[in-house]
């Protein structure tokens, strides 16, 4: 087999946003702000300029030549466990770094309108051209701990940002809770490390490092046995990282970060950063049906709780935060179905459009001068015409109407839960129940917001203002995205050719021969005859779920702009209950709280504080270690007099006993 | 007779290049200091560094390291030689440099510290490549009384003084076992050569009692300039007494001399007798680290605290040295041996970075502060003052307690990774136990650096070539604790062109 093309503008595309934020963080203080702004953007620009590049680079080889690496320099190596610093890109890398340098850009530009009063203008560069840096780390590097190490980064990076008006406990506590939750599914993803640690190493030859993508790629016959164990172990990961249940908690609470954070990391690129990794590591997944199908199972649950709860929050980004849990949830499905790359293409419109809501609330957030409560809006149509076609845009989009982005790559993932050997009817309707309830919530969002009369105060009212020229560009080019962007992946029963998915299929090669090898064994003969009868059920199936989202935005628009009177019934009906459940997301943090955290905490007063620190720790090994060390001291300063007879006496001692000793023994 | 061929003396004369630049530069630097005039002593720092520069260059450009025997089996002139020759003329030229700041701005030092610190190292670069106990005795003694003035060389100041007097009287105490114990060692070889001894052994299964006699007062020397428990007494009173660069060179140069000689003393003289000493030796490594470290929480003074630390570190290279004498006695000599030995001198150059930061920055702190110089509440809130330079020091002192990713970790891992593929497991724990009691008296420094705002006005001396040399330093730990392999490799095939 031929060696990779090599492409050494990879290291640049990684490099350059973590040069500008060392510089921002460094002199930032001298530089001046718009210096601070441009340098930033610049800074995600250049890889995004040099992404194109890589992207077409890619485009004029051979499908399934389509790799490029950039082997940047040996990193560690002890006795067989080696990893190096290397970036690849294949077509999957592609079209992660065009998602993150292309959105990153667009959120970058707006940032500095957004953030253009604030004091902690700088501090906000640097920390975001870093995550810039991590997550390009995160989908460019070739083996799993470099990829470890963007992911640990980006974490770092989501922490800080989230935190990133720390004077208010209450966002501190979220930064911090997010870290935590992370780190219980990091904990998923370093067992995972060590598993295939142990289980590679002995077979490798020298030279190897049993990280490589290439090496786990070329081995998988030694991982057959542990994939059930590793896949689960890696999804506990994804599960932290992508907001999944049981860890999808920390996500609705890090909105405490400035609205560009939200779109940037935890909307748009970030929180994908496990779909990806399970896209990168299909090839594991693929090998064990267990896996794929608790994944499966996760996803479409967490796609429909997220997006029940989203139904009844009234303060805007959470709304959109359970909107975003909900549509990992499908990503999430589509990756446990076997159906990769439609996961991906959801991952790709959601950027878009998920971008476009937040960025457009961030707008609304500005004008409404910090207000988030959507109960006091309302009316914003009339001065806001930028955010308010733009947020239209992304409303059509997330709940999937024809020709929006989101409409194929929703349509793709539940024909997919549908059709794929993994999937099944029962995941189908999953998918589809939250896609109505998705349209349902963004149509009350977008009442709330932008249409009837306005009702917050009168104070408020008098500064409402369209948003910079910096805030307003990047939500058009987002919109246009939001629409357009679903095209490449136009479906072969509308006539389309589905560029997406064929430029992709080179990297789930392996898991389509697997699917085929199952499934062609009872399908062997089928598939051909069927093919007509297929394409009418996606028909089918997609008309409907046109329907029902169209019907499920009808509704909220109905309800919330027509007939107020009916959402108050609503709200009080069955004593409140249920609305009481939803607002109150299920009690799940309620119920953490009294079954993790309170004995933790207990544990940790009664036992670990009480006994174990104050009493062995600070009374047996502190002060009694001082006290020994005291009278150590004591007693060693008896001979420590500075009297250099005593000293002589100690060597002279010392030579009696080397040579009593080496004469006497035998 | 030597195993080793004997090159011509014109081949001879290459590898004896940078003895004889050192031994020229010295005799120099003793006449350009009595012609020239006390306000013009920068030439003399310029001098030196000329001398030492030269000698670097005849080592690193003269011919390659052969496994040649120089002057008839005087010394030896493989790449172990040349890696410490490197090493004592890096650690010369870095104690040229502190010292020349403190020159500025005191007078009550002595102007031939230059020519007695150029002397010194030629002592150190001789002790180390000794392959005969009379070169042996002839490099410590060199060295030794080079050394002995430039402890008590401060001009009224009774401390050095008394400082230099204690080191002198003990220092020819040991040299008397020293020369007794080779007496023995002659009588019972009927050579003076490391071969000699060997081939005594290979030979002759007989009576060994006047051997082992010797060899017991041989390492009695050894210990002491280790400063192994309990030879290690004059430690604390002499490296508190120096001056802070001087006390630096002791505690990096001498001590990295000694181990030298002690390794190839052990590599090229026993190696059928590799297990001879090793229990005594464990004994005292194990007394020494937990005393020296139990001692050094309790001091408040840095320098007597780096004077303890530098006790327990001779404890901790000893475990190295007793990993590599346990696989000569296992027979594992071959595949376990040279990476014990290559863990030693790794040890001895990351030891020798640490600590060298570490007198750096005090020598460039102390003149200006009098007597109260050394105390450690005096380092209070110099992070806001000098935060380079504290932070210099605060890498030099978290190498020194072994915390990654510095030199100092990376140098404790291959030793107790030796000295658990040596067997010795329990070694390796009194180790792990005694490195952690010393993290405490290490952080203590760097809390008070941080953490405390500074009492009253403290004046710090400021020196623009110490603060450059220790920030590389640091760089140069931080390098190496990043990526160790390369000195690692460079260690162990150092050492393998001792062993035989």
């Keep these: 087999m031929e060696s990779p093309a090599v492409e050494t503008a990879l290291r640049w595309i990684v490099l350059t946003p973590l040069l500008s934020a060392a510089i921002i963080g460094l002199a930032g203080r001298r530089i001046p702000q718009r210096a601070v702004g441009l340098l930033a953007c610049a800074a995600v620009g250049l890889p995004l300029a040099l992404a194109v590049k890589t992207f077409v680079r890619l485009t004029g080889m051979a499908p399934d030549a389509r790799l490029l690496t950039d082997a940047v320099a040996p990193w560690i190596a002890v006795g067989k466990l080696r990893a190096d610093i290397g970036f690849a890109c294949d077509p999957l890398g592609a079209v992660m770094i065009l998602v993150v340098t292309g959105v990153g850009f667009l959120i970058h530009v707006y940032s500095i309108g957004y953030m253009g009063h604030d004091p902690g203008f700088r501090r906000f560069f640097a920390y975001l051209n870093l995550f810039v840096f991590a997550m390009l780390t995160l989908v460019l590097a070739d083996n799993l701990i470099l990829l470890f190490l963007g992911w640990e980064g980006v974490g770092l990076c989501s922490y800080l940002l989230i935190g990133f008006w720390f004077n208010e406990e209450q966002n501190a506590a979220a930064g911090k809770k997010a870290f935590i939750v992370n780190r219980i599914g990091d904990f998923g993803f370093l067992c995972a490390l060590f598993l295939v640690a142990a289980t590679l190493l002995p077979h490798l030859t020298a030279g190897e490092s049993p990280f490589a993508f290439a090496t786990l790629r070329s081995h998988l016959g030694l991982l057959g046995s542990v994939a059930t164990a590793l896949g689960l172990l890696f999804f506990l990961g994804v599960a932290g990282k992508s907001a999944q249940i049981p860890l999808y908690i920390w996500l609705p609470d890090a909105m405490a970060g400035p609205t560009p954070v939200s779109a940037l990391i935890h909307a748009a690129t970030m929180v994908t950063a496990g779909v990806y990794l399970m896209a990168r590591l299909n090839f594991i997944y693929v090998l064990s049906p267990v896996a794929m199908a608790i994944v499966a199972a996760v996803g479409a649950v967490t796609a429909l709780v997220a997006a029940s709860i989203g139904l009844a929050q009234n303060d805007i980004k959470k709304v959109l935060a359970y909107s975003t849990v909900s549509q990992l949830g499908y990503m999430v499905m589509a990756c446990g179905v076997g159906a990769f790359a439609a996961g991906i293409f959801h991952l790709m419109t959601h950027a878009f459009f998920k971008a476009l809501l937040f960025l457009g609330s961030g707008s609304v957030i500005h004008a409404m001068s910090g207000e988030q409560d959507m109960r006091v809006m309302g009316g914003l149509r009339g001065k806001m015409r930028v955010t308010y076609a733009t947020f239209a845009v992304g409303t059509l989009a997330i709940a999937g109407i024809f020709p929006f982005a989101g409409f194929f790559s929703k349509d793709e993932i539940l024909w997919k839960a549908f059709s794929e050997a993994g999937g099944g009817l029962q995941f189908w309707a999953v998918g589809f129940l939250a896609a109505g309830l998705t349209a349902f919530y963004m149509a009350r969002l977008f009442t709330l917001t932008f249409l009837g009369e306005n009702r917050a105060s009168d104070h408020v009212r008098r500064h409402i203002h369209e948003s910079p020229r910096t805030m307003t560009v990047p939500l058009i080019v987002l919109a246009v995205l939001s629409l357009v962007g679903g095209w490449i992946g136009w479906p072969h029963f509308l006539g389309g050719a589905n560029h997406f998915e064929t430029w992709l299929a080179p990297v789930f090669h392996a898991e389509s021969q697997v699917v085929a090898h199952v499934a062609g064994e009872h399908a062997a003969g089928a598939v051909v005859s069927a093919h007509g009868a297929r394409a009418a059920q996606e028909f089918g199936l997609a008309g409907a779920s046109l329907l029902w989202a169209a019907l499920g935005l009808a509704l909220g628009w109905w309800v919330y702009g027509r007939r107020p009177s009916l959402a108050e019934g609503w709200r009080r009906s069955a004593g409140g209950i249920p609305h009481r459940i939803l607002a109150n997301k299920y009690y799940v943090d309620e119920l953490y709280e009294a079954a993790v955290i309170r004995p933790g905490y207990a544990l940790s007063r009664r036992i670990l504080w009480k006994w174990v620190d104050v009493g062995v720790i600070d009374g047996l090994i502190v002060n009694g270690s001082a006290v020994a060390v005291a009278i150590t001291g004591a007693v060693l300063r008896l001979f420590q007099n500075g009297l250099v007879r005593f000293y002589a006496w100690a060597v002279a001692f010392g030579a009696a006993v080397f040579v009593v000793y080496l004469t006497v023994r035998s | ?500």
């Design chain 2, 1 to 500: 007779m030597p195993a080793v061929a004997d090159a011509s003396l014109t081949a001879q004369f290459g590898a004896l290049l940078p003895y004889l630049v050192v031994a020229g530069g010295g005799v120099l630097l003793l006449l350009a200091d009595a012609l020239s005039r006390a306000s013009r002593r920068d030439h003399l720092y310029l001098l030196t560094v000329a001398v030492l520069l030269g000698a670097l260059a005849a080592q690193l450009f003269g011919p390659a390291p052969e496994r040649t025997a120089l002057l008839r089996g005087m010394l030896g002139g493989e790449a172990y030689t040349q890696y410490f020759n490197l090493l004592f003329l890096g650690i010369a030229l870095l104690t040229a440099t502190f010292a020349t700041s403190v020159f500025e701005r005191a007078a009550r030092y002595r102007t031939d510290f230059y020519p007695l610190l150029v002397f010194a190292t030629l002592g150190m670069m001789i002790l180390a490549a000794a392959t005969d106990l009379l070169t042996l005795f002839l490099g410590l003694e060199t060295m030794s009384l080079a050394v002995y003035v430039l402890v008590g060389g401060q001009r009224g100041s009774l401390r050095a003084s008394e400082a230099g007097l204690k080191y002198l009287l003990l220092g020819a105490f040991a040299s008397a076992f020293l020369l007794f114990g080779m007496g023995l060692v002659y009588g019972w070889a009927g050579g003076t050569g490391y071969a000699d001894i060997a081939d005594g052994l290979r030979g002759a299964g007989g009576n060994l009692l006047l051997l082992r006699a010797g060899l017991g007062l041989m390492l009695v020397a050894f210990a002491f300039k280790i400063a192994i428990v309990p030879f290690h007494m004059w430690t604390p009173d002499v490296y508190d007494g120096a001056a802070s660069f001087v006390t630096g060179y002791m505690a990096t140069g001498v001590k990295a001399a000694a181990f030298a000689a002690l390794l190839r003393f052990c590599q090229l003289a026993l190696p059928e007798l590799g297990g001879f000493w090793w229990p005594l030796l464990a004994v005292l490594a194990v007394v020494t680290m937990i005393v020296a470290n139990l001692v050094a929480l309790a001091q408040d003074g840095i320098k007597r605290m780096l004077a303890w630390s530098s006790v327990a570190h001779a404890g901790y290279l000893m475990l190295g040295v007793l990993a590599l004498l346990a696989t000569g006695r296992q027979g594992l000599a071959a595949t376990v041996g040279p990476a014990s030995g290559g863990a030693v001198l790794f040890y001895l150059v990351a030891y020798s970075l640490m600590n060298l930061g570490a007198f750096g920055v005090i020598t460039l702190l102390g003149p200006d502060r009098g007597e109260e110089a050394d105390r450690i509440s005096g380092y209070a809130g110099l992070a806001r003052r000098q935060p380079l330079v504290a932070a210099s020091l605060a890498v030099c002192l978290l190498s020194l307690a072994g915390i990654p990713p510095t030199a100092g970790f990376m140098a404790k891992f291959y030793v107790f990774g030796a000295v658990v593929k040596a067997g010795l497991v329990p070694l390796a724990i009194w180790g792990v136990v005694a490195s952690l009691i010393s993290v405490y008296y290490y952080l203590r420094v760097i809390v008070v650096m941080y953490m405390q705002p500074a009492g009253e006005s403290i004046h710090d001396g400021r020196s623009w070539e110490t603060a450059f040399a220790t920030g590389l330093l640091a760089l140069l730990i931080l390098f190496l604790g990043v990526w160790p392999g390369g000195l690692q490799r460079l260690a162990e095939v150092t050492f393998r062109t001792l062993a035989g």
